[in-house]
C-alpha cells in the first residue's frame, strides 16, 4: 500500500485561532476536498470509500488492499462546525479518519504562528469590543524533515501581499501582489537542521550547532509574550535543555541554538494546553455556580 505523501504549500489553509491586543495566532489545516484529492491520487478513484455512523459522527475511510485482497479501514470521529453543524461534523470526522491514514499529520508539527497587529491590515474592534480581524493569511511555502516534520515555513498576508511569519528560512521575502494573489506552490526552503549527535545523547560542542536566525527570536519572544512568560523564565527552560545536551548556559536568546528553538516550541505548547485546560475548568465551576 502506498504511503501518503506531505501536504503542499497550496493545500494548507490558515485559520485565525485566537486574537489579543498584541497580535492573533493562527492555526493550520486542511479542508476535506485535499483529503478526497489526494486519495484519488496515491490509491486511485475507485480504491477507496468513506462510510458513516452515529448520525455522522464517526467516519471510516476503508483502502483497498490489493495484496491481501481485502479492505483495510481507519475510524475517528468529529466535533460540529459553528456553521451548518450537520454538514461540518461529517467533514471533521471524514479529515480526522483521513490523519488516521497519515494524510496531513505533519500539520501536528506546526510551531505556534503569532502574527502582530502591525502586520495585518483590518485588525480592530468591532461595535461589541470584541477584538477582530478580517485579513485572509495562507502558507506560501513549507519544507519537511525527513521525518515528516515542519522545519520551514512561510506565511503571507493576501490583504497586504506581505510576509508576516518565517521559520528556517533566512533569505530575502518574495513579494506577491495584493489580494489577487494566488498562493504559491511549494518551494523550498533553506532550514538548519539539528545536528545528528544531539539526537542520540552525545554531547555535542555549541560552536558546531546552527544558531537560530532573527525570525526564530522573534517567534519566541512573540509567544512567549502571548504566554506571559518573561524572558529570564524563557532562558531558564532553555538552559535546562543545554545541560542535558552537556552545553554551556547562557543568558541571552541569540546565543541559543535550532535544538534549544525547538524544545522552547515543545515547552510553549505544553503550556497553551494547561492554560486552556485551566480555563475550561474555570468556566465550567462558573457555570455550575451560576
Given at each position: 500500500m502506498n504511503k501518503f505523501r506531505l501536504l503542499r504549500a497550496d493545500e494548507i489553509d490558515c485559520r485565525i485561532a485566537q486574537i489579543r491586543?498584541?497580535?492573533?495566532?493562527?492555526?493550520?489545516?486542511?479542508?476535506?476536498?485535499?483529503?478526497?484529492?489526494?486519495?484519488?491520487?496515491?490509491?486511485?478513484?475507485?480504491?477507496?470509500?468513506?462510510?458513516?455512523?452515529?448520525?455522522?459522527?464517526?467516519?471510516?475511510?476503508?483502502i483497498w488492499d490489493e495484496a491481501k485482497k481485502m479492505w483495510i479501514s481507519k475510524e475517528d470521529t468529529g466535533t460540529e462546525s459553528n456553521t451548518e453543524k450537520e454538514k461540518g461534523l461529517a467533514s471533521d470526522s471524514f479529515k480526522r479518519a483521513c490523519f488516521c491514514w497519515g494524510i496531513g499529520r505533519e500539520l501536528y508539527s506546526a510551531p505556534p504562528i503569532w502574527i502582530k497587529p502591525e502586520d495585518c491590515r483590518a485588525f480592530y474592534k468591532n461595535q461589541s469590543g470584541k477584538l477582530t480581524c478580517n485579513d485572509h493569511f495562507y502558507v506560501s511555502q513549507i519544507e519537511y524533515s525527513d521525518a515528516r516534520n515542519i522545519i520551514?515555513?512561510?506565511?503571507?498576508?493576501?490583504?497586504?501581499?506581505?510576509?508576516?511569519?518565517?521559520?528556517?528560512?533566512?533569505?530575502?521575502?518574495?513579494?506577491?501582489?495584493?489580494?489577487?494573489?494566488?498562493?504559491?506552490?511549494?518551494?523550498?526552503?533553506?532550514?538548519?537542521?539539528?545536528?545528528?549527535?544531539?539526537?542520540?545523547?552525545?554531547?555535542?560542542?555549541?560552536?558546531?550547532?546552527?544558531?537560530?536566525?532573527?525570525?526564530?527570536?522573534?517567534?519566541?519572544?512573540?509567544?512567549?509574550?502571548?504566554?506571559?512568560?518573561?524572558?529570564?523564565?524563557?532562558?531558564?527552560?532553555?538552559?535546562?535543555?543545554?545541560?542535558k545536551r552537556n552545553a554551556r548556559t547562557t543568558s541571552q536568546l541569540e546565543d541559543l541554538t535550532v535544538d534549544d528553538f525547538k524544545y522552547l516550541m515543545d515547552a510553549f505548547k505544553q503550556?497553551?494546553?494547561?492554560?486552556?485546560?485551566?480555563?475550561?475548568?474555570?468556566?465550567?465551576?462558573?457555570?455550575?455556580?451560576?
Open positions: 491586543e498584541n497580535g492573533l495566532s493562527l492555526l493550520l489545516y486542511k479542508d476535506a476536498r485535499v483529503d478526497q484529492n489526494i486519495l484519488d491520487e496515491i490509491v486511485g478513484e475507485m480504491n477507496w470509500q468513506k462510510s458513516y455512523s452515529r448520525e455522522n459522527a464517526n467516519c471510516t475511510v476503508s520551514a515555513l512561510e506565511i503571507m498576508n493576501r490583504s497586504t501581499g506581505k510576509v508576516v511569519y518565517r521559520l528556517g528560512s533566512q533569505r530575502p521575502a518574495v513579494a506577491s501582489a495584493p489580494v489577487s494573489a494566488a498562493p504559491a506552490t511549494n518551494q523550498a526552503l533553506t532550514a538548519p537542521a539539528a545536528p545528528s549527535a544531539a539526537s542520540v545523547g552525545v554531547p555535542v560542542n555549541p560552536a558546531e550547532e546552527l544558531l537560530v536566525n532573527s525570525q526564530m527570536i522573534q517567534t519566541i519572544r512573540s509567544v512567549a509574550a502571548e504566554l506571559n512568560i518573561k524572558e529570564p523564565k524563557v532562558m531558564m527552560v532553555a538552559n535546562a535543555n543545554r545541560r503550556q497553551r494546553v494547561a492554560l486552556q485546560r485551566r480555563a475550561q475548568m474555570e468556566a465550567q465551576r462558573e457555570a455550575e455556580t451560576a
